[in-house]
């Protein structure tokens, strides 16, 4: 009994030891800047952009105004950094550009607000933004502030920084992309539609893009199908849940607060979505087409007008309006093809406008986008390099609009077939997609 006191005293002991060496280790493990069970990072830990806009319409805080993207373009002395946006005239106060830096923020660098001279009249104008990248930062995101504190950069939304590679001549993946101003209305003329690009594909066309604010479900279901197959991008464009978009070109007869749906803003955007990836851009609506008449292609009309005029960054291109008028029968068409699709047969429209030259006619365009600052519809607002009119025996647009009676006489009117000169190989391609799209079934009815 004696014997085992100073065995139970070494066991005491021992525990006692025991128990403050762990008291020991969990204050020393919750010690501060020490936590055994979470390695520390290597490396700085990512402390921006906070919110990526995932949005093609961005409102910008505390101001009227919306960012649409942000590019790199060094072309401006001083500046890096584009932001194409959708400012209030009267309200433009000074802003501030800030960038996440691979995973920190930069300084605030002062801007330079850019508004576009052609606005028609509207509250709201495309705006360009130009900022500079602070030295020492790899931008990934930018965005803008109305004060110079980088810290309420963490409210707002962030644009990720494109064409950060456009420097390499080599990056250029197409010869043609065809830009779409915006859709609207629920747009559901199917049928020209799918002429429209496949005759672009023939032409040698390789991208379109088209911004779309409203179409309708049968437009839709072809749109679905074109998306397949990477040749259509189509870019979301919901500017009626932001401004009261005009369905007109001029504020005064039209009203609203942005001309034509932001058509404007749509081909300027468009023009830099492509900079880096498409040697020449055309910038037309869906009911026009560019089309050559001495050359069986786009790229053959192309490399004879550049060496005619190696300096040229813009082609401008006249408009013919192709009017409604009743198709005589005895020419022959493909129309039983499509009866019953939404839309109707451009290869019926085979009257042509001679343009009254002495008015304002209007031009579309090809331009070779690096030559391009700023554009307008009809013309180019800011460019480098020379700007040539094409003579229309060369090249001019097929303009098919939905409504279009005759202007004058119909002996003033000229029969011009040009686009069937493509149907042998435009039919079968356009009943494909028709019936990619669930509008035709296999047996070429709708």
Known sequence: MHKSQPYKGKIFLLFI??????????SFVRSPGTNWSIPKPRGAQKTCPYQVSEQTITPLINTDHFLVSAYT???????????????????????????????????????????????????????????????NCDATHVTLLTQPDGVKALNHSW??????????????????TVCISTLFDKYNNVLQFAQTLEIYRLLGVNRVVVYNTSSGPDLDRLLRSYNHGGFL????????????????????QYGGDLHYFGQLTTLNECIYRSMDRSRYV????IDEIIMPYQHNNLMSLMDMLQQQHPNAGVFLIESHVFPKKPFEQSKKSPLPYWKGVPGYNILERIYREEPDRKLFHPYKMIVQP???EQTSVHDVLKMSGEKVKVPPEVCHIIHCPTRAPIQGELEQLYVDTRLWDFKDNLIPRVNEMLTRGGLLNSTGKS
Request: hydrophobic residues 40%; glycine residues 4%; aromatic residues 14%.
């Open 17 to 26: 030891i025991v128990v403050i060496f762990i008291f020991i280790f969990i």
């Open 73 to 135: 373009d060094q072309r401006v002395n001083g500046f890096s950094i584009r932001i194409i946006g959708i400012f209030k005239r009267d309200a433009i106060q000074t802003l501030h550009c800030v960038f996440c830096c691979e995973g920190h923020l930069s300084t605030t660098t002062p801007t330079t607000i850019l508004p576009h001279s052609d606005h028609f009249g509207f509250p709201f104008d495309t705006t360009d933004v130009m900022c500079q990248v602070p030295s």
């Open 159 to 176: 644009l990720p920084i494109r064409n950060k590679n456009m420097k390499v001549e080599n990056k250029i993946h197409f010869n043609f």
């Open 233 to 252: 991008e189509v870019v979301p464009w919901p500017i009626d849940q932001y401004l009261r978009p005009s369905s007109g070109w001029l504020f005064s």
């Open 282 to 285: 055309l910038l037309n609506d």
């Open 370 to 372: 690096r030559f391009v």
